[in-house]
């Protein structure tokens, strides 16, 4: 930034410095690559060792957004009354029970962070194990990742991240005292999981670059330091976690890119034994891992299966097994029906998929091969499905929801079929479910593929194009966004928004094609079906392109970027939360934590020209040019390791270098934070209500 003293009602200029680089023939120019810290892995951790002038930089855009923005104030607290008000504020979740005992979280009255807590059985001797406020205070910020016990129900391994960069630290607590025990386990990447006797607890640990790298077995009761390093992943381009598997007779080292996986097995009751792989990884080749003791059931997409299918295999032979000549097909592929998830208990296996857009719960029967499915009416709904502790059960948990039905809980008795409503997410201000539209369209994109565009509105929204429209799209890595229900979007439906959500290629939403049609060298297609999406919204009266504000977070933030370049006319305005817009610059960095295992997913212009030229072809901020933007909302957190807050920084100087007209271009950079941007929930709807009101005001529906 210059020298100059600058006033905050005016938009930060920052300094030009300019730098180049040359890959296969061809040069690029950058003014901005000074905001990125030579230190950014230092920064992760200690975020006061950033550079004084990024910092003085950033201090400047965030002064900017407060002048800019000043006068919605009254509005923002208004809406962040709402937001509030719509939460109930001590929630709680639905018990799940484990042998003896039935755990569950809760918030508190004025509470951000959940308290973690376990009964009898029957309800009876509440204790609490983990008080999230309690261990936040005073932190600018606290994040919880997980809390999951031992076998034996003794003791509890949580984990927490106090910067927003990740590195989580992992404790270990006795429930018995309520103290937490001595050692912590360091930079972890979430939680642990515990040997069947409880003396072990395995963990990933995070490399200095933020991949995780090793699996360590943990002795309780000894020092760090003498942890065992049961596996180390020596391919930079593939992601690790640990898991057990449903019958808790195994733990699973899972390995994957966007392509490839590979998962190895440690039996949880001789936790000191080596790992053994399950089937060597082959590029392309996917599978997950689940077991009912005698065999392996394996979702997977082997043998041409795009959709998957699900195999079973016995755990004898497929050990070391090099191929899938044991692997014996029971849910046949499908072109169309995307398999999901799959759940395996003593009985009966469950699995989630998607068909036309939509998703279904399925119930096979291990016995006799019997299915059956759980119907539903909506026209556009979500299913979730919660997997339980106990593996010999005959009761399914799942949610429910639509963007008009709040959140319900059920349980489903499987061997009768009833359904039992375990809970309603209840809105203390209020919600009449028949007051609201659920509708699902079909946009027809450039190449003649029918986009799904989930819309939710006011009955009373008159449908005479007048009406403002957020229209959010995401897109990537198949990802598909639910038609859910959310209680934030009221707040612009109740002013007579219509909320829309583009399912559009690069999801999965109508199967593995889908997704591939939106990757690599068909990115394209992501950002042309988002673009058409708006188009048929305004042809068929929902809205016009001067009330469209087009919103998307991470990938989703490159989408914004690239419709912004690509159809900016289309938009009243866009927010793009800690937007990835730096595309080609940082998949050339393979310093940085995502590059290598994000090379599947977009190319790698390193080593290959085509793919060079490509993503330089839509990279958002290669791709700025002289012409009039619409209003552009940025934000950011200072310590994402995911996308890091210098793509924004430089995406938000350079746009605003070439806006040809006056609309502001905005730059929020949470200073305290990182992804997920602000961890206590009620922090977060501060954020949120900052972003809505942005799109009211660019709207004009004030």
């Known amino acids: 930034m210059t020298e100059q003293p600058h006033s905050p009602h005016l938009p930060p200029v920052a300094d030009k410095r300019p730098s180049s680089d040359t890959r296969h023939g061809v040069t690029r120019h950058d003014d901005y690559a000074w905001l990125r810290a030579d230190n950014w892995q230092e920064v992760m951790r200690q975020p006061e060792t950033l550079a004084a002038d990024i910092r003085a930089y950033l201090e400047a855009e965030n002064a900017y957004c407060d002048a800019a923005m000043a006068g919605s104030k009254d509005l923002q607290d208004a809406l962040f009354a709402e937001l509030k008000g719509r939460i109930k504020e001590d929630d709680s979740s639905v018990p799940m029970v484990d ?60 984990a927490y991240d106090d910067k927003g960069s990740e590195y989580f630290s992992m404790k270990l607590r006795d429930l018995a005292s309520g103290k937490d025990l001595p050692e912590v386990l ?25 991949r995780p790298s090793r699996l360590y077995r943990h002795e309780i009761g000894t020092a760090v330091e003498n942890d065992a390093l049961v596996y180390e992943e020596a391919d930079a381009g593939f992601f690790m976690n640990v898991s057990r598997s449903q019958s808790g007779r195994l733990i699973l080292i899972n390995i994957h890119d966007h392509e490839t996986s590979e998962v190895l097995v440690i039996p949880a009751d001789a936790p000191t034994q080596a790992p053994q792989v399950v089937l060597p990884r082959e590029v392309g080749l996917e599978y997950e ?12 997409n082997a043998q041409g299966a795009e959709d998957f299918k699900i195999v079973r295999s016995p755990i004898a032979q497929q050990l070391g097994a090099k191929d899938t000549s044991n692997w014996q097909d029971v849910v046949a592929h499908s072109s169309g029906c995307l398999i999901r998830s799959l759940s395996v208990y003593k009985h009966h296996f469950v699995r989630l998929e998607t068909f036309e857009g939509l998703p279904r719960i399925i119930i096979h029967q291990l016995a006799d091969g019997s299915e059956h499915a759980i119907s539903f009416d909506e026209e556009a709904y979500s299913l979730g499905l919660m997997d339980g502790f106990e593996f010999d059960t005959q009761t399914l948990r799942f949610t429910y929801s639509s963007m008009t039905t709040p959140a319900q809980t059920y349980d489903y008795d499987i061997a009768s079929g ?39 509105y006011h009955r009373d ?3 005479d194009g007048s009406a403002p429209c957020l229209l959010y799209g995401y897109g ?48 394209k297609n992501t950002f042309l079906d988002f673009i058409a999406a708006s188009e048929h919204l305004v042809a068929n009266g929902f809205t016009n392109h001067e009330r469209i504000v087009a919103h998307g977070g991470s990938a989703g933030g490159m989408l914004m970027g690239a419709v912004a370049n690509m159809a900016p006319q289309n938009f009243a305005g866009i927010v793009a939360e800690v937007p990835f817009v730096d595309v080609l610059t940082t998949m050339l960095d393979d310093s940085l934590p995502l590059t290598p295992p994000e090379w599947p997913e977009w190319g790698n212009p390193i080593e290959d020209a085509a793919a060079y030229a490509y993503i330089s072809s839509y990279s958002p901020i290669d791709n700025v040019r002289k012409q009039a933007y619409p209003a552009i909302f940025a934000l950011a957190g200072l310590t994402d390791p995911r996308v890091t807050y210098w793509e924004p920084a430089k995406w938000v100087a350079k746009l605003r270098a070439h806006n040809s007209n006056d609309a502001p271009v905005m ?34 529906a004030l």
């Open 99 to 158: 042998g003896a005992y039935a755990y569950a979280l809760r918030y508190v009255t004025g509470g951000q962070h959940p308290v973690y807590y376990r009964s009898a059985r029957d309800g009876s001797n509440e204790e609490i194990m983990l008080d999230g406020d309690k261990e936040a205070e005073g932190k600018a910020y606290f994040k919880l990742a997980s809390a999951s016990h031992s076998d034996d129900h003794r003791l509890l391994a949580w």
């Open 186 to 210: 360091p930079d972890t990447s979430s939680g642990g999981v515990f040997s069947a006797c409880g003396r072990f607890v395995f963990y990933v640990r995070l490399d200095a670059n933020h």
């Open 289 to 300: 891992v689940e077991d009912n003791g005698e065999d392996f059931y394996i979702l997977t």
């Open 418 to 456: 009833m359904r039992t409503l375990r809970k309603t997410q209840e809105v203390p201000s209020g919600h009449k479910a028949e007051d609201f539209i659920t509708r699902r369209l079909m946009a027809p994109s450039h190449d003649g593929a029918l986009v799904p565009v989930s819309l939710f």
């Open 461 to 463: 929204t008159k449908l």
């Open 476 to 523: 990537s890595y198949g990802i598909s966004i639910p038609a859910g229900f959310s209680t934030n979007a009221l707040s612009l439906v109740n002013r007579g928004f219509v909320y829309a959500i583009a399912h559009i290629r690069g999801g999965k939403e109508k199967g593995f094609a889908w997704y591939k049609n939106g990757r690599r060298e068909q990115k």
């Open 667 to 700: 730059l929020r950079t949470n200073m305290d934070a990182g992804h997920g941007g602000a961890s206590g929930r009620f922090d977060r709807l501060k954020e949120v209500a900052l972003v809505y009101a942005f799109a009211l005001q660019v709207t004009e």
